[in-house]
Structures are given as structure tokens and as C-alpha cells.
């Protein structure tokens, strides 16, 4: 039971680079998000889907992008990676029944 | 403007002893309350939660208190153990808009 499942765990960019993280969840859950959590601070939505081929904003979404062609995967679009994207990337996962997300282990992301 | 508030970054208590989690609310609308815990480098793990409806929830060694007009919940770990070690984060949701709103989170240490 895989649950939630983000690649990679660590990545280090260059400013300018672009990258994709990946996000697949094995539960056929409708609704994903994907947040950053910054040093000592909580958690921000980037983007969320709730459902394949719908996305939306959530409170940080400049410089990232998403899509979500399979109920299964949601990846995170970096395009030209800046020093402020410098977080760890969660993503995570809701069923329609209920509250509760599952989360994955998260994406390490360091931009020098 | 943080619409769930947890006032303190860390607490620290004996193992055997209470351990108690303060979260505060702004926005009326919430109805659905959450506690995640998160241990380093790993994604947060669902704990327990409470409806509106509810005033108390039980589930083994965690609580959750919710007091409505205060807009206040507490989470109380009893007996704390020193794997309860972790960053508890509170989460607050309303049933017209699934999206999760995070405290900044609380940084729990259980002595031995």
C-alpha cells in the first residue's frame, strides 16, 4: 500500500533551471494538492485538483504549474527556478468521502 | 492574516505527564478541525479530528477539545511518551470549501 508517492526526495536546481516534481497517489483519491513548507513556518497550497483534468490556484501559485491528466498522478511544474522556491514540497491526497489527507514524504528542493 | 493561530512554537513536558496543544480560529465558518503530527524529514500523518458538532473526541491517548465560542481547540496527549515527539500542526476546514487552512504548528519534545 503505497499510499502517496513523491519523487525525488532531494534535488538541487540552478537559477533559471526547470524541473518537475512528481506526485502519484494509489488510493483513487479525487482531490490533490501540493504545498511548500518554509523554515519554521506552516504549510502553503500551491495548486489543487479536485479531479482529473481540473486544477486550481491555491494561495502561492507564481512560478509553479500543474496538470492532471490521470486521477492518479498530479506532477509540479517548475519553470524557471528561483531562489525563493528554496522549500520542502508536500503533496497530498484526499478521497471524496471525507476529510483527512495522506501525505507524501515530501520533495527537498534547494535553488543556488 | 493567519486564520488558524497555534501561539506557541514549542512545548516541552516529561514523559508520563500531559501534554496539552492550543490552537485558536478566526473564521466562524470552520466546521471541521484536524491535528496532524509531523516527524522530521517525512511527511504529516493524520492524528484526529472533530466536527463542529462535537465538543470532544477521543481516540487512545489523544483528545481533542473544542470549544466553539471560544474558537478554540486543544489537543491533550496522555500519558506523553517520548515518541510523541514531533511538530503537531492544527487544521481547520469548512464544508463549503474543502481546502485545509494550517496553523504554523507546535514543536512537542517529550523528555524521557
Known amino acids: 500500500n503505497a499510499g502517496v508517492t513523491q519523487t525525488p526526495k532531494f534535488r538541487i536546481l540552478k537559477i533559471g533551471q526547470s524541473m518537475t516534481l512528481q506526485c502519484a497517489q494509489d488510493?483513487?483519491?479525487?482531490?490533490m494538492y501540493w504545498y511548500r513548507q518554509d523554515p519554521g513556518m506552516g504549510l502553503k497550497l500551491i495548486y489543487y485538483?479536485?479531479?482529473?483534468?481540473?486544477?486550481d490556484k491555491g494561495e502561492v501559485p507564481n512560478g509553479y504549474n500543474v496538470s492532471r491528466s490521470t486521477t492518479e498522478d498530479f506532477p509540479l511544474r517548475l519553470e524557471l527556478a528561483a531562489p525563493s522556491q528554496t522549500s520542502v514540497y508536500f503533496c497530498?491526497?484526499?478521497?471524496?468521502?471525507?476529510?483527512?489527507?495522506?501525505f507524501g514524504s515530501g520533495t527537498r528542493l534547494t535553488v543556488v | 492574516d493567519q486564520q488558524v493561530k497555534q501561539n506557541s512554537p514549542s512545548l516541552s513536558v516529561q514523559e508520563g505527564r500531559i501534554s496539552i496543544l492550543n490552537c485558536d480560529y478566526t473564521?466562524?465558518?470552520?466546521?471541521?478541525f484536524l491535528w496532524y503530527k509531523k516527524y522530521p524529514a517525512e511527511g504529516p500523518t493524520f492524528l484526529i479530528s472533530?466536527?463542529?458538532i462535537k465538543d470532544k473526541n477521543e481516540d487512545g491517548r489523544f483528545t481533542v477539545f473544542l470549544n466553539k465560542s471560544a474558537k478554540h481547540l486543544s489537543l491533550h496527549i496522555v500519558p506523553s511518551q517520548p515518541g510523541d515527539s514531533a511538530v503537531y500542526f492544527c487544521?481547520?476546514?469548512?464544508?463549503?470549501?474543502?481546502?485545509?487552512?494550517w496553523g504554523l504548528g507546535t514543536s512537542l519534545a517529550v523528555n524521557p
Open positions: 472533530i466536527s463542529s
Open positions: 497530498a491526497s484526499e478521497g471524496a468521502g471525507g476529510y483527512g489527507y495522506t
Open positions: 473564521n466562524s465558518m470552520f466546521d471541521y
Open positions: 487544521a481547520a476546514s469548512s464544508f463549503h470549501n474543502r481546502k485545509l487552512i
Open positions: 488510493m483513487n483519491h479525487n482531490y
Open positions: 485538483s479536485v479531479g482529473a483534468g481540473i486544477t
